[in-house]
């Protein structure tokens, strides 16, 4: 099976190319209704899915519970975070980090496969970078 | 008299000022049950915009834009957020009367967009406000807030125990959590500290950032219009940490790294069902 990357476009001189996951295959999956990429400073690199609605707010949001949920990973010292599942009643919402300094954010379905998705969230972060 | 409106679902409660509340309620619908003082009355929104005020000190009560610029003069009001269907809101509009309403709610009402009527399928339309405050996710006893239409069943009912399930207290459902293989600790906590908990570690500590946590994620609840909490998992490397709502506060959930997703899931729903019974 053969995989394409994206590639961002940067302007500037001296800024990398990045890998953009694919958030595509991740909306593949049934149950999942939207997935974003969020940089640490809260905008978004990529959404697909669920472009109607507030993507900058939900990202920065996403963001902070990034943070916040790095404070109980300070407090309890059992490794550094790895995931964030969010469920409510009528979604679920996960968020792992994609690289350095991005996360992958998936609003699903309650019903979703999860494991699924899971799996898919960590396929993304082991992708390799390619060069400039 | 105070209205006795449709009860919803409870989403939090929160101090803040007026303004405040209406810069980020956008896409809730439902009611803020306001208090200041020895007054109460309410506030009814529909998908972000204000439509109706009320509010009750004693025998008197104003409404309308009245009521709203007498809120608007406070600081701080002490707010409880309730979520409504198309079906509550119209009721509670019905019950404050077209008096409390505010003019031309109807013309500047927004539509709710697509992506988040994908996520309202099963309990109908309604988005949930953020609340800065994790306080208890059960609702007091307010006469403004308790009305024929409470008793909503459903997972909710695991933040909002109906009377006389109070045999299912902190305790008893703490050892039965933390005898399931995998878990390590378990704790009930309210209003910034533990009630009771269980296992060998020591969660006193991660309360406070337990409520930061609660504080984001009624943000990111604010957005997605998604019903209520049922759970937050933060998975480490070394350990997952559950916080889920339980009565009137959170249990706060120690397993090991093996333990997965569908058993942390499987776990947070039975004790949910007990909550319910």
């Known amino acids: 099976m053969t995989e394409s990357l994206l590639l961002l476009q940067n302007s500037g001189m001296d800024t990398p190319a990045e890998a953009v996951p694919e958030l595509d295959d991740v909306l593949k999956i049934r149950g999942v209704g939207g997935a974003f990429l969020i940089r640490n400073d809260g905008s978004v690199v990529i959404a697909a899915g669920c472009l109607e609605q507030d993507n900058g707010g939900l990202s920065s949001s996403s963001l902070r519970l990034v943070f916040e949920s790095g404070m109980i990973a300070d407090r309890i010292r059992d490794g550094p975070l790895s995931q964030i599942f969010l469920e409510f009643e009528n979604s679920v919402l996960m968020i792992q980090e994609a690289d350095n300094d991005r996360f992958i954010a998936v609003i699903a379905s309650p019903d979703a496969n999860i494991g699924r998705i899971n799996y898919h969230m960590k396929r993304q972060r082991k992708r390799p970078v390619p060069a400039a | ?277």
């Open chain 2, 1 to 277: 008299m105070s209205p006795a409106i449709p009860k919803g679902t409870p989403i939090g409660q929160i101090e803040t000022s007026l303004d405040w509340l209406l810069s980020h309620t956008t896409r809730f619908q439902g009611a803020i049950v306001v208090r200041i003082s020895n007054g109460k009355g309410l506030i009814l929104i529909e998908y972000g915009r204000p439509a109706a005020f009320y509010y009750t000190v004693g025998t008197r009560v104003i409404r309308g834009e009245a009521a709203r610029q007498f809120l608007a003069q406070y600081e701080f009001i002490r707010a409880s957020l309730r979520q409504y269907t198309d079906r509550e809101f119209q009721e509670a509009m019905t019950l404050v009367g077209p008096g409390a309403w505010i003019t031309g709610r109807r013309e500047e009402a927004a539509e709710l967009p697509p992506f988040m009527k994908m996520f309202e399928k099963r309990q109908g339309a309604g988005g949930v406000s953020k609340s800065r405050s994790a306080g208890p996710v059960a609702g007091h006893q307010d006469p403004v807030e308790d009305g024929p239409a409470a008793g909503k069943s459903g997972r909710t009912g695991a933040a909002v125990p109906p009377l006389g399930v109070k045999e299912h207290t902190s305790p008893g459902v703490l050892d039965r959590i933390v005898y399931i293989p995998g878990v390590s600790a378990a704790a009930f906590f309210r209003e910034g500290s533990i009630v009771d908990s269980r296992g060998d570690d020591s969660l006193e500590d991660l309360v406070e950032p337990a409520e930061e946590v609660l504080l984001s994620v009624f943000e990111v609840l604010a957005l997605l219009s998604t019903g209520p909490l049922v759970q937050v998992t933060i998975r480490l490397f070394g350990r997952n940490v559950t916080i889920a709502p339980f009565n009137d506060g959170y249990l706060l959930v120690l397993t090991n790294p093996e333990v997965n997703l569908g058993q942390i899931r499987k776990l947070v729903h039975d004790v949910t069902e007990i909550g319910t019974v």
